[in-house]
């Protein structure tokens, strides 16, 4: 009676295993079944996924990378290099326009960090930097001319109050010679480290 039962038990949680696991490949590999394309074993969902990636879709708030991780996002616990493709300089780069803009995904946090730290753009190119926060801290994304970046000059492009794992986009074209940078404002938080920089070539 006992091994019975236990086989039973057995049976039925590897049964509910392989459901659970079927869900989430769908929901990865079709991510318009559901709105938003949040999903919890799939996809850009809580616990990652690796079906697709950020580079396939516009930056939107509702969507980021998965808390868990994932094959192309960022997430929380792990994830491979979310800026896939050849960069500026590399053959096979095509850089971005007003038109079509490329897609630079930046993580904020967690703590007082951005990641990348340093991004390479073609001189004249337009890029749309998809923030994301990481951690229960607010943090904001400016960008533009290095020294106006340094102390915060109104007017300089900017988002502000992303909180935790949202996602914000600011679009910017790089058509001066440099430098320029990128850096988070909110109190204390620039004389804590956040910041970046950016280098131009061609």
């Known amino acids: 009676m006992i091994t019975r039962r236990t086989g039973l038990i057995a049976g039925a949680a590897l049964a509910a295993g392989l459901v659970i696991g079927l869900a989430g490949t769908v929901l990865a590999a079709n991510p318009t079944a559901a709105p938003g394309y949040p999903s919890m074993m799939g996809g850009r969902g809580m616990m990652g996924g690796s079906g697709w990636g950020w580079q396939s879709f516009a930056p939107d708030a509702s969507y980021g990378p998965g808390m868990m991780g994932g094959f192309n996002g960022a997430g929380m616990m792990g994830g491979s290099n979310w800026n896939t493709g050849p960069q500026p300089g590399a053959a ?7 038109a079509s803009p490329r897609v630079i995904h930046v993580i904020a946090g967690p703590g007082y960090t951005f990641s990348p730290s340093s991004i390479t753009v073609e001189r004249g190119e337009t890029v749309t930097f998809a923030v994301t926060t990481m951690g229960p ?3 904001e994304f400016m960008v533009g001319p290095a020294d106006a970046v340094a102390a915060d000059k109104a007017g300089t492009p900017e988002v502000a109050d992303i909180g935790m794992m949202q996602t914000k986009s600011l679009t910017y074209t790089f058509d001066g010679s440099g430098p320029y940078a990128y850096a988070c404002h909110a109190t204390g938080h620039y004389e804590a480290g ?9």
């Not at 096979?92 to 007003?98: I, L, P, R, S």
């Open 92 to 98: 096979g780069f095509v850089a971005g326009t007003t």
């Open 137 to 139: 801290l607010v943090h």
């Open 194 to 202: 956040m910041h970046g920089t950016i280098t131009v070539v061609g």
